[in-house]
């Protein structure tokens, strides 16, 4: 079952999730004063580790399998993740999801993006620049092959 590409996208969504959920329910129980410090630093918090869960999956992933396996798996994963943040998240808090009206909501959406894309390619960056990626392995096995080899003799007459 884990390794259905379904499977992979819906743990990586309700992870996701999970991350957001926490994060309301801190911002719902702490005492709240009126400069909204620790709603803000929850948020922060959040998307900081919903950018380091998507740097992580998407380094380890970029190592094993080529970008066009992998790259829609997380891509899906994080839309139903967004998705459910957006639109089933709020209800966590006791809200609606357009009870701040349309400018939060985007804002919402606009910041997840934001930071999911951050984190993937920062993610897929540091594996390329360490030559972890794929492709830079698959170079250099064929670079590794190829001087492997005898030289070939060719015959002049």
Same mark, same amino acid.
């Given at each position: 079952?884990?390794?259905?590409?379904?499977?992979?996208?819906?743990?990586?969504? /309700?992870?996701?999730? %999970?991350?957001?959920?926490? *994060?309301?329910? $801190?911002?719902?129980?702490?005492?709240? +004063?009126? !400069? &909204?410090?620790?709603?803000?630093?929850?948020?922060?918090?959040?998307?900081?580790?919903?950018?380091?869960?998507?740097?992580?999956?998407?380094?380890?992933?970029?190592?094993?399998?080529?970008?066009?396996?992998?790259?829609?798996? /997380?891509?899906?994963? %994080?839309?139903?993740?967004? *998705?459910?943040? $957006?639109?089933?998240?709020?209800?966590? +808090?006791? !809200? &609606?999801?357009?009870?701040?009206?349309?400018?939060?909501?985007?804002?919402?959406?606009?910041?997840?993006?934001?930071?999911?894309?951050?984190?993937?390619?920062?993610?897929?960056?540091?594996?390329?620049?360490?030559?972890?990626?794929?492709?830079?392995? %698959?170079?250099?096995?064929?670079?590794?092959?190829?001087?492997?080899?005898?030289?070939?003799?060719?015959?002049?007459?």
């Amino acid at each position: 079952m884990r390794q259905q590409r379904w499977f992979r996208i819906t743990a990586l969504a /309700v992870a996701l999730f %999970a991350v957001n959920v926490i *994060a309301r329910l $801190v911002i719902r129980f702490s005492d709240d +004063s009126a !400069d &909204g410090g620790a709603s803000g630093l929850a948020s922060i918090a959040m998307f900081t580790v919903i950018a380091l869960i998507l740097g992580v999956l998407t380094f380890l992933r970029s190592q094993r399998v080529k970008p066009s396996a992998w790259l829609p798996d /997380v891509g899906f994963g %994080a839309l139903a993740g967004m *998705a459910l943040i $957006v639109l089933v998240g709020p209800f966590v +808090s006791g !809200d &609606g999801p357009f009870e701040g009206g349309a400018g939060n909501f985007f804002a919402q959406i606009w910041l997840f993006i934001g930071c999911a894309g951050a984190g993937g390619l920062i993610g897929y960056w540091v594996a390329v620049m360490l030559g972890r990626d794929y492709r830079s392995r %698959a170079l250099k096995a064929f670079t590794q092959a190829r001087s492997d080899r005898p030289r070939r003799v060719v015959g002049r007459r």
